[in-house]
């Protein structure tokens, strides 16, 4: 069955907005878990701009399921994540100017830059998935790093204008799904999905989990908003 692995970066961002305790990532992934998430994933960037060293330390201890730590391929977080030694981590790209991760890593052009770190992460036992566009070359630099997984790129798919580019974008996702278990690698999928568009994404055979972020919690707080009222109002009266 296609898992789910759900991004809890965004609670953390909230919780930044105050720079107080609440509302705590770890709560917040452990509600996932007892939801049915089959991983929790989390962000550790190098501006600490929402996730931080003592939060991926607490979720490492507290997950039951499989903490996914994404990371950049920068030296101190590297040795962090090897001090961590999350069951796996998702290499990805990053960019101190963006919003939220952009492109997919390019495994071609950055090779052995990239091959050395997940060299070294495997040493320490975990299992690595690379965050790449669903082209073939980056699906056979991939496997030649010698990572487990590859994480394709959804965003394409997610932010195309129109129906023509979004079945341009769909096939490449089938296509690189295939082309990924043809070369024995797990693959997921992920970014920019929704409750609409993730059905499509779904439907898309060889996937192994797919990963969302923002939509879970956007949702989650209109989910919530009525109880959270409610209780408040019970309270002060
Ligand atoms: N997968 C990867 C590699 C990501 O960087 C992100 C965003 O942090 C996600 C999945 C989740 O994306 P979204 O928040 O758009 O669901």
Same mark, same amino acid.
């Given at each position: 069955?296609?898992?789910?692995?759900?991004?809890?970066?965004?609670?953390?961002?909230?919780?930044?907005?105050?720079?107080?305790?609440?509302?705590?990532?770890?709560?917040?992934?452990?509600?996932?878990?007892?939801?049915?998430?089959?991983?929790?994933?989390?962000?550790?960037?190098?501006?600490?701009?929402?996730?931080?060293?003592?939060?991926?330390?607490?979720?490492?201890?507290?997950?039951?399921?499989?903490?996914?730590?994404?990371?950049?391929?920068?030296?101190?977080?590297?040795?962090?994540? $090897? $001090?961590?030694?999350?069951?796996?981590?998702?290499?990805?790209?990053?960019?101190?100017?963006?919003?939220?991760?952009?492109?997919?890593?390019?495994?071609?052009?950055?090779?052995?830059?990239?091959?050395?770190?997940?060299?070294?992460?495997?040493?320490?036992?975990?299992?690595?998935?690379?965050?790449?566009?669903?082209?073939?070359?980056?699906?056979?630099?991939?496997?030649?790093?010698?990572?487990?997984?590859?994480?394709?790129?959804?965003?394409?798919?997610?932010?195309?204008?129109?129906?023509?580019?979004?079945?341009?974008?769909?096939?490449?996702?089938?296509?690189?799904?295939?082309?990924?278990?043809?070369?024995?690698?797990?693959?997921?999928?992920?970014?920019?999905?929704?409750?609409?568009?993730? $059905?499509?994404?779904?439907?898309?055979?060889?996937?192994?989990?797919?990963?969302?972020?923002?939509?879970?919690?956007?949702?989650?707080?209109?989910?919530?908003?009525?109880?959270?009222?409610?209780?408040?109002?019970?309270?002060?009266?």
């Amino acid at each position: 069955m296609l898992k789910l692995g759900v991004n809890i970066d965004h609670l953390a961002t909230l919780r930044e907005a105050r720079k107080i305790a609440e509302p705590d990532p770890v709560k917040g992934a452990l509600i996932a878990e007892s939801a049915g998430a089959d991983s929790i994933v989390a962000h550790l960037r190098q501006d600490r701009r929402h996730i931080n060293e003592t939060d991926v330390k607490r979720l490492q201890e507290a997950v039951k399921t499989r903490l996914n730590l994404e990371m950049s391929v920068n030296p101190e977080i590297v040795e962090i994540i $090897k $001090k961590i030694k999350p069951p796996q981590a998702t290499l990805v790209p990053e960019n101190r100017r963006e919003i939220t991760t952009e492109g997919g890593l390019d495994v071609v052009s950055n090779f052995d830059q990239i091959k050395k770190v997940v060299d070294d992460l495997r040493r320490n036992d975990i299992i690595i998935s690379l965050f790449i566009d669903p082209e073939p070359e980056q699906i056979e630099a991939a496997k030649k790093t010698g990572a487990e997984a590859i994480e394709l790129h959804t965003g394409g798919y997610a932010n195309a204008k129109d129906k023509t580019e979004k079945i341009r974008h769909l096939k490449k996702l089938k296509d690189s799904a295939l082309e990924g278990v043809s070369r024995g690698l797990a693959v997921n999928a992920g970014h920019g999905l929704n409750y609409e568009n993730v $059905k499509d994404i779904a439907l898309i055979s060889g996937l192994d989990e797919l990963n969302i972020g923002h939509s879970i919690i956007s949702e989650a707080v209109f989910t919530g908003l009525d109880k959270a009222v409610r209780q408040m109002k019970e309270l002060i009266s």
